[in-house]
């Protein structure tokens, strides 16, 4: 089995640049200061089986970010939660479902409910269903689940009083948008290769991670490679990588990674 990573977006709900700022890390030339809401895609290859492209969350800049990436097929859409930096991108997979037909999408029902709601037309009971999103709703819970032959482990993690969910799949783990993360759910976390990490500013937050936090958090969790993600602009990339102990990075928009799955059978 082959498993690959690529980082779609790094960036915190409002993105970097941020409208009408002018910070340092907002006028930076260096690409890596530049970051689009926070999602990645996973690559999966099977032995005998063809590769699957397999999203977590749907950005309001998905349509940018799969033109970014050439994504010519999008074969599954999993969910972390229900805020709008996660879900408003799903009306651009309808040119996926043109060539396709219906994807997969895989939520907790409580997210579900909040993108039936904001994306009513594509699942209410009208007769003819053109031009709306096509997708085959799977809710999830605790409990792994199959996404074509990948399995994907459910991780809670507290986003301030809400409990969401992110995921391990094969050595890797994507843990977003959280500012805690409990014990029951760092024992489901050994054996990494690559690890996610929300790591939005320096200043605590109410609901995320903060760098030094996250630090924290890599620490105890022992991946071999962990990168932070969900940044705000309070987070300039070269000079915070700086600060990073060993096997810590920042991610970054564009950002492609081998997984190892041999670290996961040690």
Avoid: W
Wanted: glycine share 6%; aromatic share 8%; hydrophobic share 40%.
């Amino acid at each position: 089995m082959s498993l690959s990573i690529r980082v779609l977006g790094s960036g915190t709900s409002s993105g970097v640049p941020t409208i009408g700022c002018s910070c340092d890390v907002c006028r930076s030339t260096d690409p890596r200061d530049t970051r689009l809401r926070p999602s990645i895609l996973i690559r999966h290859t099977a032995p005998g089986s063809a590769t699957r492209n397999i999203l977590i969350d749907t950005t309001p800049d998905f349509r940018a970010q799969m033109l970014a990436a050439r994504i010519p097929r999008l074969d599954a859409i999993i969910y972390t939660h229900s805020h709008a930096d996660h879900i408003l991108g799903l009306d651009d997979v309808r040119p996926f479902n043109y060539r396709q037909g219906t994807i997969p999408l895989y939520a907790a029902p409580a997210t579900f409910e909040t993108i039936r709601r904001v994306f009513s037309y594509a699942f209410d009971d009208r007769e003819f269903k053109t031009h709306v999103p096509q997708l085959d709703v799977n809710l999830i819970g605790d409990d792994p689940f199959d996404v074509f032959g990948l399995t994907f482990q459910p991780i809670p993690v507290m986003h301030g009083r809400e409990r969401i969910y992110g995921f391990r799949f094969g050595a890797a783990a994507y843990l977003t948008d959280h500012n805690a993360v409990p014990e029951s759910s760092i024992a489901k976390l050994s054996g990494l290769d690559v690890l996610f990490l929300d790591a939005l500013r320096h200043k605590e937050h109410p609901t995320h991670s903060t760098v030094a936090t996250s630090v924290a958090s890599a620490e105890r969790i022992q991946a071999r490679r962990t990168f932070f993600t969900h940044m705000s602009h309070d987070v300039p990339h070269a000079a915070t990588e700086e600060t990073l102990p060993h096997g810590v990075a920042l991610a970054y928009d564009g950002l492609e990674i081998e997984v190892n799955e041999a670290t996961a059978a040690a």
